[in-house]
């Protein structure tokens, strides 16, 4: 039995009541009343440090108690149970095990769902995204002074995008030509080359003199950054590293937020091993097609370190992670140009 106090939910009257279980019935009784009540329509006092218990029955009622103490201690005698939720508060290890939890949830997701969701989300964008994205992005390294007015003739540029263009139509069906748009820049970033999504690829003046006399090796340098613009490779990185903006952009069908993130997420995307990978796949698939040995590419990697001795006149920039020649190549990469000429060298 335990003291409380009765209110009908009506009038401010105090009714002076005794509360017992018996079964599944609450018993309120005392003070004229004789109430009999399922305890499953009880609304149960939540139990805390302290403090005045109430609890609300579901015809409009109250039953109050000033004695936290007692209401717990005839709560527990009579065999109530806290809502789960309760329980799991007041229990410091569940708390740890639930942070433990999240914690676990949300580097899961970092590390994994991420990548698959850019990808999907990347599935779901329209392809003129990419080419507003490029544009944003060309912007960008404009106005950072990053690239610069090219000083290469135009008939060299456009010796170059022939010897590409048709170099290119070898790999692909007919009608896909028009994938990829080369430009020219001067640039800090010294002999480099970087694809923007939507198909432009930015040559710098110092990656066309380095191969000024290997027009073979440029082509494959051409090749893997259009493997980066047909994987949509820049789309992918820009989403998960602005994977939030991206969502909401795409959530609520307005891509200039995610147009927004772009400056801002560009000094933070480098692609992947995996998009490395298959930008190199790309590059070797163009030089068989073209009866060129994929070994080539060695000459790339062996000038680019050379030219890498001599830090560029304006002294070094952040080196934009996407772009070719911003880190080492390494070993594995060199092995895999090998081992494709190798394997071409014993099929004849
Ligand atoms: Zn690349």
Same mark, same amino acid.
């Given at each position: 039995?335990?003291?409380?106090?009765?209110?009908?939910?009506?009038?401010a009257r %105090?009714?002076?009541?005794?509360?017992? =279980?018996?079964g599944?019935?609450?018993? =309120?009784?005392?003070?004229?009343l004789?109430l009999? #009540?399922?305890?499953a329509?009880?609304?149960?006092p *939540?139990?805390r440090?302290s403090?005045v218990r109430?609890?609300?029955?579901?015809?409009g009622g109250s @039953?109050?108690c000033q004695d936290g103490?007692?209401?717990?201690?005839w709560?527990?005698a009579?065999?109530?149970r806290?809502?789960v939720v309760v329980?799991?508060?007041?229990?410091?290890?569940?708390?740890v095990a639930?942070?433990?939890?999240?914690?676990?949830?949300?580097?899961?997701l970092?590390?994994?769902?991420?990548?698959?969701?850019?990808?999907a989300? #990347? %599935?779901?964008?329209?392809?003129e995204?990419? %080419?507003a994205?490029?544009?944003?992005?060309l912007?960008?390294?404009?106005d950072h002074?990053?690239?610069e007015p090219t000083?290469?003739?135009?008939?060299q540029?456009?010796e170059?995008r022939?010897?590409?263009?048709r %170099?290119?139509?070898r790999t692909r069906p007919s009608g896909?030509?028009? @994938? #990829?748009a080369l430009?020219?820049?001067?640039?800090?970033?010294g002999?480099?080359a970087?694809a923007?999504?939507?198909g432009?690829i930015?040559v710098?003046d110092?990656?066309?003199r380095l191969?000024a006399?290997?027009?073979?090796?440029?082509?494959?340098v051409l090749?893997?950054?259009?493997g980066h613009?047909?994987?949509?490779?820049?789309m992918?990185?820009l989403?998960?590293t602005?994977?939030i903006?991206t @969502?909401a952009?795409v959530? =609520?069908?307005?891509y200039s937020?995610m147009?927004a993130?772009?400056?801002a997420a560009?000094?933070?995307?480098?692609y992947?091993?995996?998009?490395e990978r298959?930008?190199?796949?790309?590059?070797i698939?163009?030089l068989r097609a073209?009866?060129?040995?994929?070994?080539?590419?060695?000459? @790339?990697?062996?000038r680019?370190?050379?030219?890498r001795g001599?830090?560029?006149?304006?002294?070094l920039?952040a080196?934009?992670? =996407?772009a070719f020649?911003?880190?080492?190549?390494? *070993?594995?990469r060199l092995?895999?140009?090998?081992?494709a000429a190798?394997v071409?060298?014993?099929?004849?």
């Open positions: 039995m335990l003291d409380a106090e009765y209110f009908d939910g009506h009038s %105090a009714r002076r009541v005794s509360l017992h =279980i018996a599944h019935t609450l018993h =309120i009784v005392g003070d004229g004789d009999a #009540v399922p305890v329509d009880v609304d149960w *939540e139990r440090s403090g109430m609890a609300h029955l579901a015809g @039953l109050h103490a007692a209401w717990d201690a709560a527990r009579e065999g109530l806290d809502p329980r799991m508060q007041q229990s410091w290890r569940l708390a639930a942070g433990v939890a999240l914690l676990v949830v949300t580097v899961g970092y590390r994994w769902g991420v990548p698959v969701a850019s990808r989300i #990347v %599935a779901l964008t329209p392809p995204v990419d %080419a994205v490029g544009g944003v992005v912007d960008a390294l404009r002074g990053i690239i000083a290469i003739e135009y008939e540029q456009e170059i022939v010897a590409f263009a %170099a290119f139509a896909d030509q028009a @994938l #990829v430009r020219f820049y001067d640039s800090e970033l002999a480099n970087l923007l999504p939507g432009t930015i710098t110092d990656m066309v191969l006399d290997r027009e073979d090796v440029l082509l494959g090749a893997h950054e259009a613009v047909r994987g949509r490779h820049g992918k990185s989403v998960q602005a994977f903006g @969502l952009g959530a =609520i069908g307005d937020v147009l993130t772009v400056p560009l000094g933070q995307m480098a992947s091993r995996q998009f298959d930008a190199d796949g790309e590059s698939r163009l073209n009866g060129i040995s994929p070994a080539v590419m060695v000459t @790339l990697f062996e680019l370190q050379a030219a001599r830090p560029p006149a304006g002294g920039r080196p934009l992670g =996407i020649a911003s880190h080492p190549a390494d *070993e594995e092995r895999r140009f090998e081992q190798g071409r060298a014993r099929a004849r």
